[in-house]
């Protein structure tokens, strides 16, 4: 852990917001006490089920005992006791779902393929309640807040979702500024409940790129985006059409932990490192401006760059 604060110590200055919500360090310290339980409660369950960890039989047991050999040193995992302090109420709804749809469907997991486990629409909904729970709204409030994306102007969030337009709007309320956003959905059927929400909230919603046309934004976000896509390096492509500065975060594959295995299992494509989301943002004609985070959550500010592609 101590690694990871110094290879990452402007992610404390962007989450001063959340840091302050689950108690500083030390809560940062039991959130990850937390995740090592249950990354161990999790191989534990899959193992007993007749999964190996040196001849994983599918997706799932590769990644989660992945994440235990990065989280727990190796796989079989030590024992790894519950932490005695009570965790936050901010992180509670988190890590209850961490225990529901993977400690508790390990064994499943590790012998069917997750569809035949948790069903498309299920995991849609898993995926909704869990970008809606506090930790996270927490999250990307100190983000924005954080990295001054509030202060840009007229910003696009890409893949919105219904959530994220919220949070920004909340960061913005915090910060006393004035913002005007417009928030971009791909996915159909997010996008009704997007539009319905853009209506009562006052603010503009699109259903895919070809929506946005030839507009100009001063700011991009694409938070949590490139490992859903099926071609991220054409979201980054595409931001770059229309706004000058991106705001990019993104979880990567360094120290990451049972979110991981989580989003796995409600339909993320692919997972990423550090130097992969980089070497994108660089392919795409994005210019580093300032790198806050490396792992477990990529948090970076790229420029435009002159050269048109």
Known sequence: MLKTL???????????????????????????????????????????????????????????????????????????????????????????????????????????????????????????ALVSANFYKAFRVSLYLGTGAVKWGRVLLIGAGTQEPLDFLKACELAGAKCEIAAMEVDEAIYRDLARLAERRGFKAYLGWDSLGEQQFDGAVAQSVLHWASDPLDVLVRARRHAPKLLLSQGVVEDSGMVFVLTYVLGAVRFLSWKEVEALARQAGWKLERRYAKYPDYIAVYTRREQRR
């Open 6 to 128: 110094l290879d990452n110590w402007g992610m404390l200055r962007v989450m001063s917001h959340l840091m302050k919500s689950i108690g500083g360090v030390r809560g940062l310290k039991l959130f990850s006490q937390y995740d090592r339980y249950y990354t161990a409660e999790a191989v534990k369950a899959a193992l007993a089920c007749g999964a190996s960890c040196e001849r994983p039989g599918n997706d799932f047991q590769r990644l989660l005992f992945d994440v235990a050999r990065r989280r727990l040193g190796r796989c079989p995992p030590p024992e790894v006791e519950r932490p005695r302090e009570p965790m936050p109420a901010l992180m509670r709804e988190y890590f209850e779902m961490v225990e529901d749809v993977v400690v508790l469907k390990a064994c499943e997991l590790a012998a069917k393929p997750v569809r035949d486990v948790i069903p498309e629409e299920e995991a849609r909904a898993l995926y909704q």
